[in-house]
């Protein structure tokens, strides 16, 4: 009768299930221990390395850039969420600092303080840095937010549990999490953009070319004549986060 | 060996190899091939609706524009920094022959004032700025409370393009 029930004996049994279950943890540890981590420095290949200018001076904070980077990007229109923002700095006469960035210069600047107030004042387009030694991939629990090989740090959406880590460590205050899926949203560069060959969409409609975008491995590229050319200087350089948006005639107030 | 050394150790292997097979099970294929995340995510995020054209579409269709705009002012504008995205529109203007696009395709006019001033608009912030591109001129700027024209009949504020051209300022 046992016979007719199966020939294999307890000892077969057991051997066959150990070489399968030991066959497949052989497997698992080769393939997902060959993690290439290049977190701390910039891989040093030949590939794309993108780097951003922004010139402070050729700035009029039409805030077009702004509006161009939601309409692309599906951001929702309420004026908390950003990825991409004009503020206005003013520095009066007695030395104290004004900020403004009414609905992220979407609808423009009034101008709300008198000239004869005013030692100097300039806008200051931001965005994500896209930081090659980034805190804020740095910090995330589940491995859901980090920076491809060619700099661009992104957010997987699949795998975000949206626990606002990020949007602390961010110290640009690029980071919002979306109301409608819960998860963090922030710049991408426009990457889907960027595979068909186009600028990004704050590139392409900055009226007077304040904005300049290019491969930094390039020595011939736009962003490397920018910086060759120009004093170029990031914001926060004391925390060293390897930040790869570089601004022409940055003033030390802005933060 | 004691019998109790030996339990112990094959319960740990045990524990051990169901640990690799879940590892194996639930963590996605792609995860660690370019880092500590999933590699797949990259070009998940590159699959998007663009919506901006670039202004070499629009010279297709609307080329006696681009050479009026070409020697005006406004010369290094693109046609989308005023007009809004337009990728739809240039998408689908060879669908309709005749040149009457439905109202959804159709693109935003700015005519109104405030939407001159986006840029125009006096500001402390703006008068330093000079221009590589057009012989070193300064962005000029309106204060549009002053600046304006008001209808003879109504006494309302007439546009900005009853004046000016858009198109060569």
Partial sequence: MKNNKSNLSRRDFFKNGAIIVGGIAVASAITTFDSVLFALEPPKGKGKWYGIGIDINKCIGCGKCANACKLENNVPKEPFYFRSWVEQYTIKNDGTIKVESPNGGIDGFQQSIPDEEIFKSFFVPKMCNHCAKSPCTQVCPVGATFETPEGIVLVDPNYCIGCRYCVQACPYGCRYVHPDTGTVDKCTLCIHRLKKGLQPAC???????????????DLESKINYFLKNHTCMVIKPHLNTGSKLFYNALSSEVR | MPQHLKRLISFF???LILFLIMRQVLIPKSFGQLG???????????VRELHYAGSENCTKCHDSIHIEKDEGYHKQ?????????GLKHTQYADKFKDGHLPDSLLLHKPIERKECALCHQKNAARTKILFDTIDNTMIVQIDAMKHKLLNKKTKEEQKCIKCHNPHQP
């Fill in chain 2, 77 to 85: 504008l693109k046609c989308e920094v005023c007009h809004g995205p």
């Fill in chain 1, 203 to 217: 590139f392409e409609i900055c009226p007077t070319e304040a904005r300049i975008f290019g491969d930094l491995n």
């Fill in chain 2, 13 to 15: 292997a045990i524990l």
């Fill in chain 2, 36 to 46: 500590h995340y999933r590699a797949d995510a990259i070009s998940e995020n590159q």
